[in-house]
């Protein structure tokens, strides 16, 4: 039997339009130009803010932002001031043309340029629109700029994540960002196979602190429904014990004992009796977790990290290195399927993450430099005229 020909990627013959900077909705769009859409980012003359983000990669005297290049693979990039009548006419054509259109202005901003995304939905009834705002359009602070660590801070997440030595710390990614562009595009993808089955696109919205309070999981429901407030626990787990961050003698490394029968696995091998009273059961582990934590590093002082770990996995008890940005991408199970090479037109082969989905019907990864800026203009804009634009 054959081998069926790689398909296409799943978003062919979508047009996006992504008229976002920074990091939200560019990541938000990015992860549709993975699925092979035809991403068009419209920036301002001067470039998406980005682009003058450090750090930067300096190669034979061309420099790029590494913080904008992480955002924009698989795109194409033209430049259009959109207070410039001309500059409006030629999106309301890709808007005419698109099936996707992704905006992160502030709330009203569009309409006062006269490119409302009501009016253009109504030029073409099948586009599907995106807004990403900090705190979302609606309410007392719907006008907000929202900014990550604002968000970290207002959002609950940065007393998520202190402990009560640091007290509240945010999160080293912008995980705000990131998270309203992954609940966008997935909102996005929501609207386009209602599409498929009304023809009709529609309006999808949310915002920095939406994807925040979205993903407070079991820490809203235990405020909401219980009354229990979350407290800074840091690097040690809230619900599950031994569950966290422990010192060995030569480093730290993180254990997860997050079931009865991998305690049971788990004790003996530290040396402790799991049918010990105090300790028999996860709720009790719990509320004396800051004892338990000591006496576990006590009995794991004169070990060495490697050989603690390997007796856990050895167990099936999950445990692990704490591993610095470089280890990660020097570690075999990352370089194997997590990193791929692009040619870059100005600074040759660069080393980037890889989209983190991998299809096992589409051969490759998508793998095209973030686009220089307006480097696509003649190409995007090439039917312009032919096709009724400034008419």
């Not at 909401?224 to 619900?239: D, K």
């Not at 402790?272 to 509320?287: G, S, W």
């Not at 999950?318 to 600074?347: C, F, K």
Request: with cysteine; proline share 7%.
């Amino acid at each position: 039997m054959e081998t069926p020909p790689p398909a296409a990627r799943p978003l062919s013959g979508i047009r996006v339009v992504d008229l976002s900077r920074a990091l939200a909705g560019p990541y938000a769009t990015m992860m549709m130009a993975d699925a092979g859409a035809d991403v068009i980012k419209v920036e301002p003359p001067g470039g998406d803010d980005s682009r003058n983000w450090l750090p930067y990669v300096d190669r034979d005297g061309h420099r790029e932002s590494a913080y904008y290049m992480s955002a924009n693979r698989n795109k194409r990039s033209v430049v259009l001031d959109l207070k410039d009548p001309e500059c409006a006419d030629r999106l309301r054509w890709l808007a005419s043309q698109a099936d996707v259109l992704v905006e992160n202005y502030r709330p009203g901003v569009l309409d006062r340029l006269g490119l409302g995304l009501d009016a253009l939905r109504q030029l073409n009834p099948r586009l599907v629109t995106l807004s990403i705002t900090g705190f979302g359009k609606d309410g007392p602070d719907g006008k907000r700029p929202g900014f990550d660590q604002i968000v970290q801070a207002e959002g609950g997440l940065m007393t998520l994540t202190g402990s009560p030595t640091t007290g509240p710390q945010r999160v080293g990614v912008p995980m705000c960002d990131i998270l309203a562009g992954m609940f966008g595009a997935f909102g996005v993808m929501t609207a386009l196979q209602a599409r498929a089955r009304t023809g009709r696109g529609q309006h999808v919205e949310t915002s920095l602190l939406a994807a925040v309070v979205g993903v407070h999981v079991f820490h809203g429901v235990g405020w909401l429904a219980a009354g229990v407030e979350p407290a800074l626990t840091g690097n040690r787990h809230p619900s599950i014990a031994p569950y966290g961050v422990f010192e060995c003698t030569d480093s730290d490394i993180v254990i997860a004992v997050g079931s009865e029968a991998l305690w049971r696995k788990f004790a003996p091998i530290v040396g402790l009796d799991p049918n010990r009273d105090d300790i028999a059961t996860n709720i009790a582990r719990v509320a004396r977790a800051g004892e338990l934590q000591k006496e576990i590093n006590a009995l794991l002082a004169e070990r060495r990290a490697d050989e603690v770990i390997a007796a856990l996995d050895s167990a099936g008890v999950p445990a692990g290195r704490i591993r610095t940005v470089p280890e990660v991408y020097d570690w075999e199970q990352v370089r194997r399927s997590m990193i791929m090479t692009v040619p870059h037109p100005t600074l040759g082969d660069l080393e980037m993450p890889a989209s983190p989905l991998h299809l096992s019907d589409v051969a490759q990864r998508r793998a095209e430099a973030p686009p220089g800026l307006g480097a696509d203009q003649d190409e995007v804009f090439a039917d312009y005229a032919s096709t009724g634009g400034g008419r």
